[in-house]
Nanobody, 122 residues
Framework: QVQLVESGGGLVQAGGSLRLSCAAS????????MGWFRQAPGKEREFVAG???????YPANSVKGRFTISRNNVVNTVYLQMNSLRPEDTAVYSC????????????????WGQGTQVTVSS
């Protein structure tokens, strides 16, 4: 059993930055792979970035160079630093966790947070 709670979403102008946080509880955080997904209205859920238990990261091509995923195993939190935001980044961003390795398919992830809205204005 893992509980995930996201925070940090909001409204930002194009070119601005936001940092999302995901606090985990209920299971040993350091044993899990963590990831961020997003879903825009009328679109399928899309993989954004993942981080292995050892700290290696894997960003999606659409955000590579702009977004950075990181984790702090002392406070059981994963972060998504988003820079150079674009209107097409507007979506609900969700935190996810799973045992094993990072995967881009959302159907293979075990635990999900409720999501946080990110809106980028032009």
């Amino acid at each position: 059993q893992v509980q995930l709670v996201e925070s940090g979403g909001g409204l930002v102008q194009a070119g601005g930055s936001l940092r999302l946080s995901c606090a985990a509880s209920g299971r040993t955080f350091s044993t899990l792979a963590m990831g961020w997904f997003r879903q825009a209205p009328g679109k399928e859920r899309e993989f954004v970035a993942g981080i292995w238990r050892g700290g290696s990261t894997y960003p999606a091509n659409s955000v590579k160079g702009r977004f950075t995923i990181s984790r702090n195993n002392v406070v059981n939190t994963v972060y998504l630093q988003m820079n150079s935001l674009r209107p097409e980044d507007t979506a609900v961003y969700s935190c996810a966790a799973k045992s094993g390795v990072v995967n881009t398919d959302p159907r293979l992830w075990d635990y999900w947070g409720q999501g946080t809205q990110v809106t980028v204005s032009s």
